[in-house]
């Protein structure tokens, strides 16, 4: 069976570090881990909410040290994605995480930068980086940082805001999103996961972002719901992650099929594969599994994904014809 192509929108490249690279990037750099083995670093990946997680996600990143580990991380993950039916990726990363362990700006953004440069000659991936923000750190840190990537011409298309969401309402960032703007920046931020529809909305109004990442609670406002669907605002769910983090209880009671059904504009991905149980093909098979998606539906979210990514005309008619084909070839009858 053909692989489904699609676009990956919500995805943290520090969270695509699997145990094993972990214990490898630590052997390299001389860093002792706290864990026995792979195997109990792996048992460590069951959280309670999304600070447990972040906890564990701050401490394995502290491996990344030098452009090559960032670059092999990058590497890894586009390989794995590649294989999965993936053909084009919008991969964030969280400067400040590693300016706050006394890693340069140009170490981790030239070391995953080095990697995209290539991906779609390596790997047949489009890709492009953006800088996430972390909303729990104060919006003055976040204001500095990203004037230190304009004046270091970081290759990043666009900005976002991640990390701890109760208690930090987008409003906090206008005046970095504004900047973000004025440079030509995209603008996307995570709302609506564990925060409620009002973070939603400041996201839209205040940001003006152009993307929301997560976005679930926005069906508890039904005024919410009609404005994402007359102004087709794109949401980037990601189905194990919200499991996992306990934003919803099983794969079951996720709100995707009534997104889909109100004709919102959904699309899956895998927010931090490693530490999630999934990358972006395990999410597919699973609501695939407890929903009975059919085809079309497919096809539907994977098309959403690339008409919400940030690529130019060409590129998008390319790989929106590239699902059709895939939908095309799911009602051909098996002539074995």
Not at 19 to 34: H, K
Not at 64 to 70: Q, Y
Not at 200 to 228: F, K, M, N, P, Y
Request: hydrophobic letters at 45%; charged letters at 20%; glycine letters at 6%.
């Amino acid at each position: 069976m053909p692989l489904l192509p699609c676009a990956e929108l919500h995805l943290h490249i520090e969270g695509t570090l699997e145990p094993d690279l972990v214990f490898a990037l630590a052997a390299r750099n001389g860093i002792t881990l706290p864990y026995a083995d792979t195997t109990d670093l792996a048992a460590r990946y069951a959280f309670t909410d999304l600070q447990s997680f972040l906890d564990l996600y701050y401490a394995t990143m502290d491996v990344l040290r030098t452009e090559a580990d960032f670059a092999d991380m990058t590497r890894a993950y586009l390989r794995r994605a590649a294989a999965a039916g993936v053909r084009h990726a919008e991969i964030m990363m969280d400067p400040q995480a590693h300016l706050a362990r006394g890693i340069s700006l140009e170490t981790c953004v030239n070391g995953v930068a080095s990697v995209l440069a290539t991906s779609e000659a390596d790997l047949g991936i489009s890709s492009s980086l953006i800088a996430a923000f972390l909303r729990d750190r104060p919006a003055e840190d976040a204001l500095g940082v990203l004037r230190d990537l304009l004046a270091m011409d970081a290759p990043i298309v666009g900005i976002g805001l991640d990390s701890a969401e109760v208690g930090f309402p987008p409003s906090l960032f206008s005046e970095v999103y504004d900047v973000a703007r004025a440079a030509g920046l995209k603008c996307v931020a995570h709302a609506g996961e564990e925060g409620p529809p009002a973070y939603v909305w400041e996201a839209l109004d205040v940001l003006r972002a152009d993307r929301i990442d997560h976005g679930i609670r926005s069906l508890e406002d039904g005024t919410l719901v009609a404005r994402l669907l007359a102004e087709r605002v794109p949401l980037t769910v990601c189905p194990l992650s919200n499991v996992r983090l306990r934003a919803v209880g099983t794969i079951g009671d996720h709100p995707l099929p009534r997104m889909l059904a109100l004709g919102l504009n959904v699309s899956i991905n895998s927010n931090d594969p490693a530490y999630f149980g999934g990358y972006v093909e395990d999410n597919f098979a699973a609501v695939t599994k407890a929903f009975g998606l059919s085809p079309d539906e497919l096809a539907t979210l994977a098309a959403n994904s690339f008409r919400s990514a940030f690529l130019d005309d060409e590129r998008r008619a390319v790989l929106l014809a590239e699902v059709e084909s895939w939908r095309v070839s799911q009602h051909r009858p098996n002539l074995q």
